[in-house]
Each structure stands twice: as C-alpha cells, then as structure tokens.
C-alpha cells in the first residue's frame, strides 16, 4: 500500500505564513501537521509515500529527508492548482495499481489506522459536522456503507462530512475516474474533485464503509489551527521546566522547541514557540511562534508568529509571516 500526501495547496487562508512556509510545516503542538500524519501512517506499517508538491515544494522535501529519512518518498508535482481529484491523478504511475490511502496534507485526525488499513473494504473518515454545505458529504446506509458523496452541497441531505482520508483498495478504477471526469471537464466549484471521482466509483459498484474519526484537527486558517494548537497540546499535556530559564512562569500546556532561551517572560498556556526561538520580558498565551523568533518586551494573545521574525513592544493579536520584523514601540 502506498500514501498519498497532497501538500500542493496554496494555503491562501494562513497567509502570512503561507507565503514562506506550507501550511503543512506550520508547528503545531511540537511537531508539524504532515509529521503527524507520517507518524501515524508509519506506525501501522506504511513505509512508502507519495508527496503532491506544488509552491514551495521543495521545503516539503526537505523536511522529509531530514525529519523522516527511513521512509520511501517520492515527489510529484502538481504545478496548476486544479484541485485534489487532478492532484491525485498525477500519482497514477507510481501507484501502479497499489492500493492507495489518501490523507489531506493540512488536517490531523485521530482514529484506528490499523483496523482501516485492515478492513476488506475501501473506506472513508467521516465525521458528524454542523454545517455540512462547506464540506464533502456522504450518505451512509443503515450498514455503515456510503450510498452517495457529493462535494459542498446547497442543500445537504447528511451531516456527515468526509474529513479527508480514504484507503481505496481498487485504485486502478479511482484513476480512470479521475482520468475520465478530467478529460470530460467535470468541474465541482471550479475544481476537479476527489469526491466526483468516488462517485464515479460508487456508481461502478465499489463498496466504501464509512469509518468515523475520534477527533478531527483542521490547521486550514489561523483560527482553527490556533484551536486545533491547543486541543493537542491539552491531550498530550505538553509543559516545559521553568527552571531550564531565567526569572520566568510556564503555565501548561506548552511546547517548547529545542534551543530555546526565555528570561523575565510568562509562557502559556496553549502556546508552541518553535526551536531556537528568543524571548525577553514578553507574556505570550495562546499563540504559535515559529522558529529562530526573537520577541521582545511584547504581549501576544491569540497569535501566529512565523519563523526567524522579531517583534517587540506593545499587546497585540498578530498574524506575521516568516522573516519579519516589526517595531510596535
């Protein structure tokens, strides 16, 4: 079995960051959203990925050389940003008709790899939502399997969305339905989609059982990854020995990255500051600080700080993007 990994998107709604960084890189608790997923995707056996890298891509590939050496990657890219169903067709010749799990490169969820990876079924990660228009939808028979999917629809007929992962036994089939709703031009709001392809599929006969996730992490805008930040740093009870720094609180959870040097400063809590980063006199809660950040004499709440900035003076909510530097006295 093989994963695919598309990391292509633009990340247009976590801009600043976006600009220097993928969203997919973004920290987040500790780790970054598509170690997360490799981590757990590694865990229940799968050694061989397939990245779908767009901007920035090379960022991508090298993180993975460096951070995740002991896996099989390979790297292609999707240079027109024509959505999730183009991006996944064009890892059509590596797969060679392997079956495929699929995990959206910018969401963390939390379920049983293994019984997945396991079950004699194609299957598909739903999750009970509120307002289901903004997202793929499925319609689940009394026997756990997915009678219909539709992508964003005006009037749901469910309140279940698919949250992005999907293990495709039949994968030879899910790649002429790509091929075919590309060539026939087959556009859902404006994008050749992943969820036309499995209809595609289900209407060949294919038999996907739904799966629902525990929890579902989205780090696809400041909001939710602030939120999603929290949540995990919560669960996995993150905290840092305030006596590693000089004259300062650390109020859990928090995660503190390698190298990192803190005087005269309260830290917390939901807060990750990224490795060798610099704080002085400075209270930050509920905020991400990339690395190599220097901040100085500043209150941050509700913030994300990209990495090698420096910022000083003054209480904010901010939202800056790598290699910035910004005076607030």
Same mark, same amino acid.
């Given at each position: 079995?093989?994963?695919?990994?598309?990391?292509?998107?633009?990340?247009?709604?976590?801009?600043?960051?976006?600009?220097?960084?993928?969203?997919?890189?973004?920290?987040?608790?500790?780790?970054?959203?598509?170690?997360?997923?490799?981590?757990?995707?590694?865990?229940?056996?799968?050694?061989?990925?397939?990245?779908?890298?767009?901007?920035?891509?090379?960022?991508?590939?090298?993180?993975?050389?460096?951070?995740?050496?002991?896996?099989?990657?390979?790297?292609?890219?999707?240079?027109?940003?024509?959505?999730?169903?183009?991006?996944?067709?064009?890892?059509?010749?590596?797969?060679?008709?392997?079956?495929?799990?699929?995990?959206?490169?910018?969401?963390?969820?939390?379920?049983?790899?293994?019984?997945?990876?396991?079950?004699?079924?194609?299957?598909?990660?739903?999750? !009970? =939502? #509120? +307002?289901?228009? %903004?997202? /793929?939808?499925? @319609?689940?028979?009394?026997?756990?399997?997915?009678?219909?999917?539709?992508?964003?629809?005006?009037?749901?007929?469910s309140n279940m969305a698919m949250v992005g992962i999907y293990k495709i036994r039949e994968s030879e089939l899910?790649?002429?339905?790509?091929?075919?709703?590309i060539r026939k031009g087959l556009l859902t709001h404006g994008e050749f989609n992943i969820t036309d392809a499995?209809?595609?599929?289900?209407?060949?006969?294919?038999?996907?059982?739904?799966? !629902? =996730? #525990? +929890?579902?992490? %989205?780090? /696809?805008?400041? @909001?939710?990854?602030?939120?999603?930040?929290?949540?995990?740093?919560?669960?996995?009870?993150?905290?840092?020995?305030?006596?590693?720094?000089?004259?300062?609180?650390?109020?859990?959870?928090?995660?503190?990255?390698?190298?990192?040097?803190?005087?005269?400063?309260?830290?917390?809590?939901?807060?990750?500051?990224?490795?060798?980063?610099?704080?002085?006199?400075?209270?930050?809660?509920?905020?991400?600080?990339?690395?190599?950040?220097?901040?100085?004499?500043?209150?941050?709440?509700?913030?994300?700080?990209?990495?090698?900035?420096?910022?000083?003076?003054?209480?904010?909510?901010?939202?800056?993007?790598?290699?910035?530097?910004?005076?607030?006295?």
């Amino acid at each position: 079995m093989k994963a695919i990994i598309p990391v292509a998107g633009a990340g247009t709604k976590l801009r600043p960051q976006s600009y220097t960084q993928p969203k997919a890189l973004i920290p987040l608790a500790g780790k970054t959203v598509l170690s997360f997923i490799i981590d757990q995707l590694k865990d229940a056996g799968i050694e061989e990925f397939v990245f779908i890298v767009g901007f920035l891509g090379d960022k991508i590939s090298d993180y993975v050389k460096e951070h995740h050496p002991d896996i099989q990657a390979h790297y292609v890219s999707q240079q027109e940003r024509r959505g999730i169903g183009h991006a996944v067709n064009l890892t059509r010749n590596i797969v060679e008709g392997d079956e495929v799990f699929i995990s959206l490169g910018d969401t963390i969820c939390e379920y049983d790899v293994a019984a997945v990876l396991n079950s004699p079924h194609s299957m598909i990660g739903i999750r !009970k =939502v #509120d +307002n289901p228009r %903004d997202f /793929g939808v499925a @319609e689940i028979d009394n026997k756990g399997f997915i009678e219909s999917v539709v992508e964003k629809p005006h009037i749901p007929k469910s309140n279940m969305a698919m949250v992005g992962i999907y293990k495709i036994r039949e994968s030879e089939l899910l790649f002429e339905c790509l091929a075919s709703n590309i060539r026939k031009g087959l556009l859902t709001h404006g994008e050749f989609n992943i969820t036309d392809a499995l209809h595609c599929m289900i209407g060949n006969g294919v038999q996907f059982e739904a799966f !629902k =996730v #525990d +929890n579902w992490f %989205d780090a /696809g805008n400041k @909001e939710t990854l602030l939120r999603s930040n929290a949540t995990l740093l919560r669960k996995y009870k993150a905290t840092a020995d305030p006596s590693q720094f000089e004259n300062t609180v650390i109020v859990p959870p928090v995660s503190i990255g390698n190298g990192c040097v803190i005087r005269n400063s309260i830290v917390g809590p939901n807060v990750t500051l990224g490795e060798n980063t610099f704080l002085d006199q400075s209270i930050v809660r509920n905020s991400i600080v990339g690395a190599f950040s220097n901040l100085f004499d500043i209150v941050l709440e509700h913030s994300v700080i990209g990495s090698d900035s420096s910022v000083k003076g003054e209480t904010r909510s901010l939202n800056i993007g790598d290699n910035t530097s910004i005076d607030l006295g």
